[in-house]
């Protein structure tokens, strides 16, 4: 990763799971994840981040939803 590059592509916490997988070379396990690799995103690979949308729960309800700039907060 060239170093003081600036993205502002979103992400949130699952995905560090299987981006650190990616960095790795390591496979995931035999069950779905829940995050996406970051890693082509953050080596300048892939334009742009493979989350379009960021949708955060509180207690079984839609918190907010977060669209590039944009955020919804109910």
Do not use: M
């Not at 742009?48 to 939803?65: H, I, K, T």
């Amino acid at each position: 990763i060239p170093p003081r590059r600036v993205l502002d592509g979103l992400g949130q916490l699952p995905d560090l799971f299987a981006t650190c997988l990616a960095a790795a070379k390591v496979s995931a396990p035999p069950r779905p994840l829940d995050g996406r690799s970051l890693l082509p995103y953050l080596q300048g690979t892939s334009p742009e981040s493979p989350r379009r949308y960021v949708y955060s729960f509180q207690g079984g309800r839609l918190a907010a939803v977060a669209d590039g700039r944009w955020k919804l907060v109910t």
